[in-house]
């Protein structure tokens, strides 16, 4: 037995010996990650000016791919800014399905960081009341000019976070947009007209069912983004009580806004007729086949789409970027995208809130502060410098058709100023467009179109109820993405659902309401 | 009464030891090292579990909450599920992978053919090497409802299509077809070491006794097979509340209608994580599950101690 003891000792030995041999090559990395921040502070901030003679280096996280041209476009950027702001870029890009995860684990870990990509639907109001961020109004007072000319004041007022400024609106559109991606090519192929009404689309998902057997007839969003299912994207549209999603739980409708009144709204409560029926709709859609029978099983749908085999699917933004078409062309260079939405453009159709759903902002970890917002501002100081950001190099990445429009040339560079430079007076609308595309992204984009909305700067602190909002979630992930997918039997999913999470919710309502009235007190 | 002699003599024992084997013990450095940095260092980090944790105030400077942070887990109905569903599929993979991994190693190990033993043992370990990614994409070209190879199979032979993603009843059994197919080769290889170190001469008198392939099998490789079986299942016990988080993100990956029985804990606290950037709480389920795997493997090695005392791990 002894013998048998020492045996296995060697073999644990061995165990332990590979392992920590195997933790040498992963623990390089990980040491990598972490290296202390080399950069000390040595911005003596006199009053408005910096010392910019010691070059520093910003550490930046966005969302995304990193487009081939980049390095050259940074180069460029950091040589045009040697004498004012006087920083190297050092920019990583996040994978936009690691994006809530990278974020808050930047965040939590306090690693060098010293601008960031943060948004509501990513968890930023959470981020802003556990204190990560650093407050604009100083920074962007003194060093910000440039960024206060080019974002109008509405939109910052009406994107505080409980009555500060911890990020810079990145926008145009004054509301978010929805439409659904059609496969053009296929819908030409049926003889279809150009579909304007839902009832136009549906006809079409039953017509490649029917023609093209081995196509995915219809992939809405999947647990990423439920507003964007394939019940709840037809609130884009058809939406006559005016029912908005409230902040208090990412892109969830439990608890909602109804017909502007600054009432908080629960739908177990109240079951509004027409989300029933768009619920009641996807379940049809999912029973006779038309929505993917495996779109759980999808990982990311967008990457699907382009791929050639999805008819119909959906997308938060108006129109069909360079990027996509080209994707889908490469596959087939008869495939081709166009975007279908039923948007109403007469004024007044829809309220607004002015909320942006993008921010670029400053973590407090930061030890450049100051240069990180000359740099955000030496981006606005003149359209040249937004153009190299946005758009790369004219005449080799892209175009200006005319004054205010662009259009890439190849596909060495890709448009994500959203991810950290969107302003409505630098913006140029995409040449891609179509008539029927630009019409609508300028309906978006003009605030006068919109009936404020009475909660305007209103902002939900999430701090008390932290709790609540975690075991809703994690109640909500088992069963609501299946409802409002058609997934599951409605009723019967949705009375367990209720039974399991109304009380969280109610409590959250509560809250909520209570601190909408003491807004609207104000 | 604490008996410092024997604490003494524990340290003065091992001093000798060192002495005799200073060899063995300097292997052993990279290994202790490891453990200490990962392993025992981290462990402070569970004081997050009862603080409000901001990284402005640090570890030690956030506020202490108490129990807080545990409600969130505990008040649900989900912790039960999770618990029971990292528990039974953890035991089901440890269960089957442990019988077929020692079936492969005793069949190996009466390959005549050394060429084809070595062949066979390579393929049967390939899997291991094989990410849960490409893992993930492999289950979903078999199990998928329209293209799916089953399905199609299925088709074919005139009988319906299942929809395997919609079903979570199916999963257990899929998720231990996969782990075992991974890992049983791997195990199989440190059976099979232990089979060939045991010594010839138990199996030429039972041969000269008359005995059969299949007896000596029976009589002598698997009992003297047993406690490298019970090492490797005492520490397979000790991270049974941990279930593997890269196989069921990868494989079921946000798919609510498997849910019900594929949840595991690191999955839940994963997701709960994500959704809420909350260092404290997902430390909570953390200290939850250490706590529980501590525990159990503390009353196995009990149990295994009143069986027989050579067998224990501690």
């Not at chain 1, 990311?300 to 069909?320: C, L």
Request: hydrophobic share 45%.
């Amino acid at each position: 037995m002894k013998k048998l003891i020492k045996k296995l000792m060697a073999a644990a030995m061995v165990t332990v010996i590979s392992t920590s041999m195997l933790a040498g090559c992963s623990g390089k990395k990980a040491e990598d990650a972490s290296t202390p921040a080399k950069t000390e502070e040595v911005t003596k901030a006199a009053e408005n000016s910096v010392d910019i003679s010691k070059e520093e280096t910003l550490k930046i996280f966005i969302p995304g791919d990193r487009p081939a041209a980049f390095d050259k476009v940074i180069a460029e950027a950091e040589a045009r800014m040697k004498d004012t702001v006087n920083v190297k870029l050092d920019v990583v890009f996040v994978p936009w399905s690691d994006l809530q995860t990278k974020v808050t684990q930047t965040l939590n870990s306090g690693e060098k960081c010293d601008i960031i990509f943060d948004a509501p639907w990513n968890g930023m109001n959470t981020n802003v009341s556990t204190g990560y961020y650093e407050p604009m109004e100083d920074l962007l007072a003194k060093y910000g000019q440039n960024i206060l000319k080019t974002t109008p004041n509405e939109m910052f007022e009406a994107n505080k976070f409980a009555g500060k400024i911890y990020g810079i609106p990145l926008g145009v559109l004054q509301k978010p947009a929805g439409a659904y991606l059609v496969r053009k090519d296929i819908r030409e192929a049926l003889g279809l007209p150009e579909i304007k009404s839902y009832q136009e689309l549906e006809k079409m998902m039953y017509a490649v069912k029917e023609k093209y057997p081995d196509m995915i007839p219809f992939l809405p969003q999947n647990t990423a983004g439920n507003d964007r299912s394939a019940a709840m994207m037809r609130l884009y549209f058809e939406n006559p009580n005016q029912i908005e999603r409230t902040e208090a739980f990412g892109t969830s409708h439990v608890l909602y806004f109804k017909n502007n009144d600054g009432k908080v709204y629960n739908l177990f409560e109240e079951m509004d007729s027409d989300i029933w029926s768009y619920i009641e709709n996807a379940r049809k859609l999912y029973n006779d086949g038309i929505i993917y029978r495996d779109m759980l099983a999808v990982a990311d749908i967008a990457t699907e789409a382009k791929k050639g085999n999805v008819a119909i699917s959906v997308k938060g933004d108006i129109g069909v970027d360079a990027a996509t078409q080209t994707a889908l062309k490469s596959v087939n260079p008869n495939y081709e995208f166009e975007t279908v939405d039923f948007y109403s453009t007469n004024p007044g159709a829809y309220t607004s809130d002015f909320k942006q759903w993008n921010f670029v902002c400053i973590p407090k970890v930061s030890k450049n502060k100051e240069r990180a917002m000359m740099f955000l501002d030496w981006v606005r100081t003149d359209q040249a410098n937004y153009d190299l950001l946005a758009y790369g190099f004219k005449g080799e990445t892209f175009n200006t058709p005319d004054e205010d429009s662009y259009s890439f040339i190849g596909t060495d560079y890709t448009w994500f100023p959203y991810a950290w430079i969107w302003n409505p007076t630098q913006d140029r609308v995409s040449s891609d467009l179509n008539e029927k595309d630009k019409a609508t992204y300028q309906y978006f984009s003009d605030a006068s179109n919109f009936i404020p909305s009475k909660l305007l700067g209103f902002t939900f602190n999430a701090e008390k109820v932290t709790n609540e909002i975690a075991q809703f979630n994690s109640i909500e992930a088992k069963y609501y993405p299946l409802i409002i997918n058609g997934v599951t039997d409605p009723q019967q999913e949705w009375d367990k659902f209720k039974a399991e999470a109304s009380d969280v919710v109610k409590t959250i309502q509560t809250e909520y309401q209570a601190q909408i009235d003491t807004f609207l007190a104000q | 009464m604490v008996n410092f002699r024997g604490i003494i003599g524990f340290f003065s024992g091992i001093k000798v030891d060192i002495k005799k084997n200073p060899y063995l013990y300097a292997l052993g450095i990279p290994g202790f090292l490891f453990f200490a940095f990962f392993s025992y260092l981290p462990m402070f980090g569970h004081v997050l579990a009862f603080k409000k944790y901001r990284v402005s105030d640090g570890i030690w400077g956030s506020e202490w909450v108490g129990l807080d942070n545990f409600k969130f887990f505990f008040s649900g109905h989900d912790w039960i599920n999770v618990t029971r569903n990292t528990l039974l599929l953890n035991t089901l993979f440890l269960f089957m992978t442990t019988v077929i991994a020692i079936a492969i190693a005793v069949f190996l190990n009466e390959i005549r053919s050394e060429v084809f033993k070595k062949l066979a043992q390579s393929v049967i370990f390939l899997p291991y090497f094989i990410s849960w990614m490409v893992i993930s994409l492999m289950v979903f070209a078999l199990l998928n409802f329209d293209a799916g190879i089953i399905n199609r199979t299925l088709v074919s032979l005139g009988m319906d299509k299942v929809e395997w993603y919609q079903d979570a009843s199916k999963w257990p059994a899929i998720m231990s077809i996969v782990y075992v197919w991974k890992f049983a080769g791997y195990n199989s290889i440190i059976y099979l070491a232990a089979i060939t170190g045991m010594p010839q001469e138990v199996y030429e008198s039972a041969k000269v006794d008359g005995a059969t392939r299949f007896q000596m099998i029976i009589r002598i490789t698997l009992p003297m097979l047993a406690p490298t079986v019970i090492t490797l299942v005492l520490l397979g016990i000790g991270r049974i509340f941990f279930g593997d988080f890269g196989m069921f993100y990868g494989i079921i990956g946000d798919n609510p209608a498997l849910y019900s029985t594929t949840d595991v804990i690191d999955t839940f606290a994963y997701r709960s994580l994500r959704q809420l950037g909350n260092f404290s709480m997902s430390s909570a389920i953390v200290l939850y599950q250490s706590m529980m795997g501590l525990v159990t493997i503390g009353l196995f090695n009990f149990i295994v101690k009143k069986i027989n005392k050579d067998y224990s791990l501690f």
